[in-house]
């Protein structure tokens, strides 16, 4: 890292770090730590987002909103990539197209925030900016910036990556484990009589490729990718490294990062940090995007018009997205730039309930998403792909699904650091519905 230098542009949404040596101790840890990804499986997931690009390919991203140290346990962890493991195989049946397979994992300790500050009773303290800043407890000493902070996310990033690799590498993502993964809550919910049904068919089918010669171990392994918002740039940046094969600069805190809606200024550091790295990468794009922007961020992120490297992540709200899509995809189809569409249906319908819950109802969710199909439909081009955030626990922070967590429910098990995450049952029936969307084309 010391013969790469940073151009000194404005970049949003970053701590105000009080201490500027302890800023510099910090990332002069990280600068030595080993990578936590490499390059090669960099280079191997823009080849399978490639396929995407083409509409040879669905991208399934799904996790945390904010992951939190306390969190990070082997059963959270388990859980969550049981959840997104079976979305996977959902969509790859009921769709017979390969899915690329991305966490939002080991990195997603950062969040964006609307106000530096917040209020509570009277009180005015920093605002919560994710584990890897402050504590998310409202207190004067919990909310104090901690650069140190961002050495424990490489170590929490770090160990997570490691039970992600022995789990799907290590025979529990194997096929015939679908029936094992049933045998929960999930089994009595119409979603999951639906998964069991479709499970039987695939001990049919994995028996039938066995009896004709297919090696066992190829249903054992999965690839699964880890990605998250390249937000805090003073964590990015000193893992970012030069690979000795190429020569070429990657971000090794993740496989793919992207960069959010408030943080995508063209002239700002995050898209010209975004620019310098060969890492697929992706951009949040939202209501307010313009054809200057979109046209701004093909050039400056993907000027050779690589397959796999842009992802455009959609966040428009279920009420804006027909009306507002197809003009930026008019935009891209003028160009010969092979964009990655993906839709993230969560974040444009955030709600506030009366008792001041923050609250996302599946129905708008799923509207969006049929939404975001119609309109590929409709301009010929391929929806590529959904940016889910979800929990393998059964939380009431969504309103709606099978089972119908309604606005008294919320309190029961409220668990999130920031924003309201799908539960299990709730990903699983919004994966059946998105397969359905895709075997309709």
């Known amino acids: ?91 790859t049946y009921g769709a017979s197209m390969p899915v690329v397979k991305i966490g939002r994992i080991a990195g997603q300790y950062g969040k964006p925030r609307s106000s530096d500050e917040e209020t509570i009773d009277g009180v005015t303290l920093p605002s919560y900016r994710g584990d890897a800043v402050n504590g998310l407890d409202f207190t004067a000493e919990s909310r104090v910036p901690d650069p140190m902070r961002l050495v424990q996310t490489y170590h929490a990033s770090s160990a997570a990556l490691n039970l992600v690799r022995a789990f799907t590498q290590g025979g529990y993502a194997d096929l015939r484990q679908v029936h094992a993964w049933n045998q ?7 979603p999951g009589k639906r998964y069991a049904e479709m499970a039987e068919d695939i ?52 496989h793919f990062v992207w960069i959010g809606e408030r943080t995508r200024d063209l002239s700002g550091a995050h898209i010209d940090f975004a620019s310098r790295i060969s890492n697929p990468i992706g951009v949040k794009i939202g209501p307010s995007t313009t054809e200057k922007d979109i046209l701004g961020l093909l050039e400056k992120l993907d000027p050779n018009c690589t397959p796999g490297r842009l992802m455009f992540i959609t966040r ?55 939404g975001f199909f119609e309109v590929h439909h409709k301009m010929g081009t391929h929806p590529g792909g959904i940016h889910i955030e979800l929990t393998g626990d059964d939380v009431t922070e969504c309103l709606g699904g099978i089972g119908g967590v309604s606005e008294d429910d919320l309190t029961f098990r409220y668990e999130t650091a ?14 059946f519905q998105v397969a359905d969307m895709l075997a309709e084309r």
């Open 1 to 91: 890292m010391s013969n790469i230098t940073w151009p000194d542009l404005s970049a949003a949404q970053q701590p105000l770090w009080p201490d500027s040596a302890e800023l510099a101790r910090a990332q002069a840890i990280l600068e030595t730590l080993p990578p936590l990804v490499f390059a090669g499986e960099c280079d191997d997931l823009t080849q399978k987002l490639a396929k995407a690009a083409a509409g040879d390919a669905f991208v399934l991203m799904g996790g945390d909103c904010a992951e939190t140290f306390v969190a990070n346990t082997a059963d959270s962890i388990r859980a969550r990539l049981k959840t997104v493991l079976q979305m996977a195989i959902v969509l």
């Open 184 to 190: 929960d809550f999930v089994s009595t919910s119409a």
């Open 203 to 254: 001990d049919k089918a994995l028996n039938f490729m066995t009896a004709c010669g297919a090696d066992p171990e190829e249903f054992r392994r999965v690839d699964f990718y880890a990605s998250h918002e390249a937000l805090l740039l003073d964590y990015e940046k000193p893992l970012t490294r030069i690979d000795s094969r190429t020569g070429n600069l990657y971000d090794v805190s993740s």
């Open 316 to 370: 428009m709200g279920a009420s804006k997205i027909r009306e507002i899509l197809p003009n930026l995809i008019e935009v891209v189809q003028k160009t010969d730039h092979p964009v990655v569409w993906v839709c993230d249906p969560m974040h444009g319908n955030t709600q506030e309930t009366a008792s001041g819950h923050k609250t996302r109802i599946l129905d708008d969710v799923i509207d969006e998403v049929r």
């Open 418 to 431: 920031c924003d309201p995450r799908l539960n299990r049952v709730q990903s699983l029936d919004l994966a």
